[in-house]
């Protein structure tokens, strides 16, 4: 059973372009949370998805960061338009239900320059 | 606001010499405290979850206890393989995301 994939595992983005993270969770699993890690900080939630559904996003930026969990593939986080301070660890992580032990997946190290 | 604060942010330990790490939290109604360790540059790793005060797990060296207010991970004649960050996560009632210390960053001298 493969754990949580996440791809890539680091990208480098020119200002104004766009990031796409992807992550597919482990087997059986259809809960999705996505966090940012920034150097020498913690974990930072930013949003929770079930299956086509956004169920949090209150750790979202407003502008610019969006994410989704189809029925079908990966879940995407989503940023446009990437400044230098988007530079950071985002992790994906899956658990089988509200409650119980998530998974983390490597993360994508994004370097915004 | 439901808050998670690790103690000591950072401890060195002699290989063998076993130590306790803290974790406080304040939410109304725990629903799940989650230990993780996290080597540099890896995502964590999931060791231990914790329900219900009085509670207690165990897997090699480490184990953990949980009270109504904190939980403690202790290591037991730790080696230099168990350096590394472990982070401490708590899930409330009626929200499903895991709220993460800061963590606490072991070193273990050979």
């Known amino acids: 059973n493969a754990g949580v994939m996440q791809n890539p595992r680091h990208l480098v983005r020119r200002r104004g372009q766009e990031a796409r993270l992807r992550c597919s969770p482990m087997?059986?699993?259809?809960?999705v949370y996505w966090y940012r890690q920034l150097p020498e900080e913690g974990l930072k939630f930013m949003v929770y998805l079930q299956k086509e559904n956004i169920i949090d996003e209150s750790g979202m930026p407003k502008e610019r960061f969006s994410a989704e969990f189809p029925k079908e593939g990966p879940s995407i986080l989503r940023i446009q338009q990437v400044v230098r301070g988007d530079s950071a660890a985002y992790f994906c992580a899956s658990s089988e239900g509200a409650g119980t032990e998530a998974f983390f997946g490597q993360g994508t190290r994004l370097t915004v320059v | 606001e439901d808050q998670v604060t690790q103690s000591p942010e950072a401890l060195r330990l002699q290989e063998g010499e076993s130590s306790s790490l803290n974790c406080s939290y304040t939410v109304s109604g725990l629903r799940g405290l989650f230990w993780y360790r996290q080597d540099p540059g890896k995502g964590p790793e999931f060791l231990f979850t914790l329900y219900s005060a009085g509670e207690e797990k165990e897997k090699e060296r480490l184990k953990a206890t949980l009270t109504k207010k904190e939980s403690f991970l202790h290591i037991t004649a730790p080696k230099p393989e168990d350096s590394a960050t472990y982070l401490c996560?708590?899930?409330?009632?009626?929200?499903?995301?895991?709220?993460f210390g800061t963590g606490t960053r072991l070193k273990v001298l050979a």
């Open positions: 087997k059986g699993h259809s809960h």
């Open positions: 996560a708590v899930q409330g009632p009626g929200t499903y995301k895991y709220i």
